[in-house]
């Protein structure tokens, strides 16, 4: 397997924390995100239709190998000033709020603008009409929407948060179970090794693996491989071995079984379902 690495963001990302998950909520920090090859996944809806879950939006949520891959390529950030007071530090938080609500404001108020001069397009279109005065009257109508359209303020999208990520907040914190350290670390190793190549890789929870792995960006390539991590003293079971590669025959991907080794390298071993005798 080979592929070029990728390239560190300029930008500082900042990461924010919604319990255990980490969250990129700037589109800024997006791009930095993607410009290292990490992809994430979409959570939040769009401002025009925060209803639907088609099409989704921020925050995007990273894998826990992305955000320390991503820890690895930024710079830390500059120290800032602290705040003289409580006070200053609160209005601060309050202006950033408020510019944050004029942008999404500026917005949506130009997607509704847009979405009223279709709807005047197709009123006429619906009527048959393609002459010269009816083209004249089509501009005239969308000159006056331009000039006299009002987007209320009370018509403003905004999303909110309804859900809560990680362990239930509630129950005791015994609950929680203790995050395996040296699986954790394996799959790192190997995250980082498959970026270093060149290739992409999202979460493979739902074919029975660590990660899928894409020759490319995943909106243009499909997956060709599904990589399960293991320790090099690790012991697997004919069964899972079965099971895993059954599968992988019937996704059409190949299943990679990625052991990190004591060099810094990790070692790929490809399985293949071949029937059974």
Same mark, same amino acid.
């Given at each position: 397997?080979?592929? /070029?690495?990728?390239?560190? @963001?300029?930008?500082?990302?900042?990461?924010?924390?919604?319990?255990?998950?980490?969250?990129?909520?700037?589109?800024?920090?997006?791009?930095?995100?993607?410009?290292?090859?990490?992809?994430?996944?979409?959570?939040?809806? +769009?401002?025009?239709?925060?209803?639907?879950?088609?099409?989704?939006?921020?925050? +995007?949520?990273?894998?826990?190998?992305?955000? /320390?891959?991503?820890?690895?390529?930024?710079? @830390?950030?500059?120290?800032?000033?602290? @705040?003289?007071?409580?006070?200053?530090?609160?209005?601060?938080?309050?202006?950033?709020?408020?510019?944050?609500?004029?942008?999404?404001?500026?917005?949506?108020?130009? +997607?509704?603008?847009?979405?009223?001069?279709?709807?005047?397009?197709?009123?006429?279109?619906?009527?048959?009409?393609?002459?010269?005065?009816?083209?004249?009257?089509?501009?005239?109508?969308?000159?006056?929407?331009?000039?006299?359209?009002?987007?209320?303020?009370?018509?403003?999208?905004?999303?909110?948060?309804?859900?809560?990520?990680? @362990?239930?907040?509630?129950?005791?914190?015994?609950?929680?179970?203790?995050?395996?350290?040296?699986?954790?670390?394996?799959?790192?190793?190997?995250?980082?090794?498959?970026?270093?190549?060149?290739?992409?890789?999202?979460?493979?929870?739902?074919?029975?693996?660590?990660?899928?792995?894409?020759?490319?960006?995943?909106?243009?390539?499909?997956?060709?491989?599904?990589?399960?991590?293991?320790?090099?003293?690790?012991?697997?079971?004919?069964?899972?071995?079965?099971?895993?590669?059954?599968?992988?025959?019937?996704?059409?991907?190949?299943?990679?079984?990625?052991?990190?080794?004591?060099?810094?390298?990790?070692?790929?071993?490809?399985?293949?379902?071949?029937?059974?005798?």
């Amino acid at each position: 397997m080979s592929g /070029q690495g990728a390239e560190s @963001p300029a930008r500082q990302v900042r990461v924010s924390r919604c319990d255990s998950a980490p969250l990129l909520w700037r589109t800024q920090d997006v791009e930095a995100a993607r410009s290292l090859g990490l992809v994430g996944a979409l959570l939040g809806s +769009l401002p025009r239709t925060p209803r639907q879950n088609l099409r989704l939006g921020r925050p +995007l949520l990273l894998l826990p190998e992305e955000e /320390q891959l991503l820890g690895t390529s930024r710079r @830390p950030p500059p120290p800032s000033p602290p @705040p003289t007071s409580a006070r200053e530090a609160r209005a601060a938080e309050v202006a950033l709020f408020q510019e944050s609500l004029q942008q999404s404001y500026d917005c949506q108020r130009v +997607l509704a603008l847009h979405e009223r001069k279709r709807a005047v397009r197709r009123s006429f279109s619906a009527d048959g009409a393609g002459d010269s005065e009816a083209e004249a009257e089509l501009r005239r109508r969308l000159e006056a929407v331009e000039r006299h359209f009002v987007f209320p303020r009370s018509a403003l999208a905004v999303q909110l948060s309804t859900a809560r990520a990680g @362990p239930d907040a509630d129950g005791p914190p015994g609950n929680a179970a203790a995050p395996d350290a040296v699986r954790d670390d394996a799959r790192f190793r190997v995250f980082a090794d498959l970026r270093r190549r060149g290739f992409y890789l999202t979460s493979a929870g739902k074919f029975g693996g660590d990660f899928l792995v894409y020759p490319g960006d995943p909106l243009r390539f499909h997956a060709h491989f599904i990589a399960v991590c293991l320790r090099a003293d690790q012991d697997v079971t004919l069964s899972d071995l079965l099971a895993i590669s059954r599968l992988g025959s019937n996704v059409k991907k190949t299943v990679l079984l990625c052991s990190p080794r004591d060099d810094d390298g990790v070692m790929y071993s490809s399985l293949t379902w071949s029937g059974m005798v």
